[in-house]
């Protein structure tokens, strides 16, 4: 069988590349075989305002109108909802949180993100207000594992999906690339955190950091908005809400663990005491595939030009992917430039080579 392109790896990011290159009429063909990764597990949070600075991430003006726009192309082509609209309230941890909230609510960049400031209960019964809260806008969530079986489903159908685990030295490699029954003009890994035992791009500074998530139930009800508390926490739609997540850099084991359920559970106390009396419905544990420099890594081998990466999207995977994946297709089929900031090529030097 002969395809214009060989994805390695249905996550997120192998699962959305191929569904863009297949809108543009390429042969591909998808192949992973574990239904579990770091997509499948996250909250799919997109949170334009983040950390402790409250600072726009860079680029959200092109992301997030790019992210919300292929959420609903494949919401209406598939007819199930995988992006969730729904407003965040970031309740501040102390003075210093409050008062450079406030000041970037005077910044009219951040007009378009930032609601009203507030310390009054209201809708937030049960939670700690000691130093009030501000409504972000533009947030909500992605159904990742909804989207990726979605994907799963139709790859499969247009016989673009092969369940297996690629070992490299299985992959031959000449001006085309063979594996198995399958010619294909180029490879592209989109692994994860499993970028790390790539032959060809271990040399990348991808760091791997490890979270747990727990899915909580609580008879008491919630209000229906993601609360962000320096943790978050994600009512769900069957009345059960997650908190998360852990960060762990440079773990790659794939444990639960006691620690980890206590480090939750210990800032949900503190914000909202009620809620620690939860029950655990599930306690799930991903690895997020960080860089070093915090931008993705994009772009051909520099001597194997038959193989490419498509990695690096760290945390913010459901904003950033959607985006790059257009911006990816558009150098693999036309050669156009990669933004820099992706590009692997800033990475060349004599070391990074096979
Ligand atoms: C706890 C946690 C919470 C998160 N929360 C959020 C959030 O709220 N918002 C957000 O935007 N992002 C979040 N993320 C980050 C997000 O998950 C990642 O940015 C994104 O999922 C990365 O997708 P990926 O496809 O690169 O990797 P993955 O989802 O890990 O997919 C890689 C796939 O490649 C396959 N694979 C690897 N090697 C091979 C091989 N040799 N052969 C075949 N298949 C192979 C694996 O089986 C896997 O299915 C979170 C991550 C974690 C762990």
């Not at 663990?257 to 419905?281: D, Y």
Request: charged share 15%; aromatic share 12%; net charge neutral.
């Amino acid at each position: 069988m002969q395809v214009d392109f060989l994805i390695i790896g249905q996550g997120l990011a192998g699962s959305l590349l191929g569904w863009t290159l297949l809108q543009r009429g390429c042969s591909v063909v998808v192949v992973d075989n574990s239904p579990i990764n770091a997509s499948s597990v996250a909250a799919g949070i997109i949170n334009p305002i983040s950390g402790m600075r409250l600072a726009k991430s860079a680029d959200v003006d092109t992301l997030l109108p790019a992210a919300t726009a292929c959420y609903d192309k494949l919401s209406g082509f598939f007819g199930e909802s995988f992006y969730v609209r729904k407003s965040m309230f970031r309740l501040f941890q102390n003075e210093s949180e409050r008062v450079q909230a406030l000041k970037r609510q005077q910044n009219p960049d951040y007009d378009a993100f930032l609601g009203e400031f507030s310390s009054a209960n209201g809708m937030l019964n049960g939670f700690n207000m000691s130093y009030g809260y501000i409504e972000q806008l533009q947030c909500g969530y992605l159904s990742t594992a909804l989207l990726l079986s979605s994907l799963k489903n139709f790859f499969i159908a247009s016989n673009a999906y092969c369940p297996a685990f690629v070992e490299y030295a299985y992959l031959n490699i000449n001006s085309a690339v063979k594996w198995q029954a399958i010619v294909a003009k180029q490879v592209v890994f989109c692994e994860g955190y499993r970028a790390i035992d790539n032959p060809w791009f271990n040399n990348l500074p991808l760091q791997p950091v490890k979270g747990e998530i727990l899915t909580l139930n609580h008879p008491a009800p919630l209000p229906d908005s993601i609360i962000n508390y320096g943790n978050w926490l994600l009512p769900q739609e069957d009345g059960n809400f997650r908190i998360g997540a852990t960060f762990d850099r440079y773990q790659t084991d794939q444990h639960i663990t006691e620690q980890g359920k206590q480090r939750l559970f210990n800032a949900l106390k503190t914000v909202h005491p009620g809620l620690a009396q939860s029950s655990v419905v599930k306690h799930e544990v991903g690895i997020r595939p960080c860089t070093a420099d915090r931008h993705p890594f994009i772009g051909r081998h520099p001597q194997h030009k038959a193989l490419a990466i498509f990695n690096g999207f760290g945390a913010k995977g459901s904003l950033q992917i959607p985006w790059y994946s257009e911006r990816f297709a558009d150098y693999l089929l036309h050669n156009r430039p990669l933004p820099f900031a992706c590009d692997i090529e800033r990475f060349q030097s004599p070391s990074f080579s096979r």
